[in-house]
């Protein structure tokens, strides 16, 4: 007789019952609840010190419309890379360099001014990071709540009197497993502190069995009196990534090698060649290429090839199918992580922001700007090949946006724009072309007021050198644009389309059913909006090793 399945099924009920074994039984009263919240709350400050993920804020100050209810006004952008050894720290990747004129009437009308601070943001991952106790807090049961697949426990936090400062004011979800916070909403009491405290929204995403960490944070406020001439109306969204990005995941590729076993070597002096001057020339771009694709991604700016790089690749292959292209080496498309709307070259391989993703209505205005960078591929605009010394690459990563210089001149987008529009005409998007010049209106429309949106801070900006959209012929063409009219969408609000993996910094296309506009104040293009992203648990089955980018 055999029994090897039944061995197997004894095995598996064994290691089941073991690790429910294993598994903290369930509170059995709030107090105790409490306890554990607490308890791993400290877990989750000390966790952080093991993280520098990136971390990205960008701000639309919102002014009164009597139809559409708010539009934006101006805009900030902040990116830097977190760091929390017992306080926040931020390293920044962009920073802005104003000049003796900007400087001195910044200091002669800052009291009218209000400034925003990239620290303030970063600081919403926390709910305190001093003492989440009952010594400074007082915990009121609320109900119990779904979020996502993820059952919670909704508790009211009030700090108390006396408590100080800074102290955190509004509602947490626990989830019910390991009793972890998975989203706090309120803000942090004012006290006698000088400057504003926001109110936001931070969500945390499982990563990793057990491990819960920031991910999402969205503030907004309306008519808060920050001085006697300016008032607050603002908002805002904060996205955390990059967790697994680190140079410990490279020091590991070292421990994975697998040497093989001694063979006898083979004499191939027959097969090998030395490189033509041509084939050569081609290898010598192509090391600058992959050189400068893979500083990008250990600085977890690019994201991970995916899913996303195969839709994208597929729209290039239609333009080059129709147009009788055929380019060596072929096409490769990768996903900048950033919200800044830009798309460029790397040699052969086109990078378009998740904010431009996220953004564009359409296929056929996703074609038109692959288009454009397809074009600088077939008219020969070359990456410069310095980036072909590794000695380059070597360069702290909030210098990144210093070292690389991946625009192209006015000239080159010019020809580019042309040849893009043979291109279009050409493919099976000739005939939605509309679209594409709907959105360029959208996007010249608002341009003087989100700047930091539009301008690029590697590649090229979707605006030419004039201010004019790129392929502005295609906006004669199309109709006006009519901001009242929900059946009219130019453009697309920010963070619906491209669903980030905060950790592994993997990008999808969400799967979000569409949802029918019911008035013209839920067009919102470019804007910022809430987050609600979907919660679930990761199981230990459902846990990767960590591998090094790029693997």
Partial sequence: MRFPRLTVLIAVLVASFTALAQDAPAASSFDQVIDRVMEHEAQFVNNLRNYNPMVETYIQNMKADKELGAVPASDRYFLGRMSYQGKLDQKSFVQDQPGFF?????????????????????????VDGR???????????????????????????????????????GRIWVEDQGYN??????????????????????????????????AYIYSEESGVQVNMFRSLHFKSQTRLWGYNVSNAAHQSEFTQVVVEANDSVKDQSQNVQDLSPIASQRAWERQAEENVIERLQRASLLAAPGEVDKVLQ???????????????????????????LETFTIGHTIVISRGLLDTLPDEATLAAVLAHELAHVVLGHRLDTRYSFSDRMLFSDENTFHRFDLQHPAADEDAADKKALEFLQSSPYKDKLQSVGLFLRQLEDRRATLPNLVQARLGNT?????????????????????????????????????????FNNKVEI??????????????????????????????????????????
């Avoid at 709540?145 to 936090?157: H, K, P, Q, S």
């Avoid at 408590?163 to 955190?168: L, P, Q, T, Y």
């Avoid at 006290?191 to 057990?210: E, I, Q, T």
């Avoid at 059913?513 to 470019?526: G, N």
């Fill in 102 to 126: 900007s400087r001195t009437y910044k200091k002669m009308t800052g009291f009218m001014a209000v400034d925003y601070l990239p620290l303030g943001f970063a600081q919403m991952v926390l």
């Fill in 131 to 169: 003492s989440f106790d009952r010594a400074h807090y007082d915990f009121k049961f609320v109900r119990r709540e779904f979020l996502g697949e993820i059952r919670t426990i909704v508790i009211d936090v009030t700090p108390k009197p006396k408590a100080g400062s800074g102290r955190f004011l």
């Fill in 181 to 214: 916070i998975v989203r706090f909403n309120g803000t942090y009491e004012q006290g006698n502190k000088k400057g504003v405290y926001l109110h936001f929204d931070s969500w945390r995403l499982n990563m990793a069995p057990d491990l819960w960490l920031p």
């Fill in 314 to 340: 597929t729209v290039v292959n239609n333009l080059e199918i129709t147009n009788n292209i055929s380019v060596e080496p072929e096409i490769r498309c990768r996903v900048l992580m950033t919200a800044p």
């Fill in 462 to 502: 979707m605006l030419e050198s004039k201010n004019a959209p790129r392929m502005s012929q295609l906006i004669t063409g199309s109709p006006e644009l009519a901001p009242r009219d929900v059946t009219q969408i130019a453009a697309l609000p920010l963070g619906g389309r491209i669903k980030v993996d905060p």
């Fill in 510 to 551: 969400s799967k979000n059913k569409p949802v029918a506009i019911l008035s013209a104040r839920e067009k919102m293009p470019f804007e910022v909006t809430p987050m609600f992203p979907y919660l679930t648990r990761l199981s230990s089955a459902d846990a990767k090793p960590a591998k090094a980018d790029g693997q």
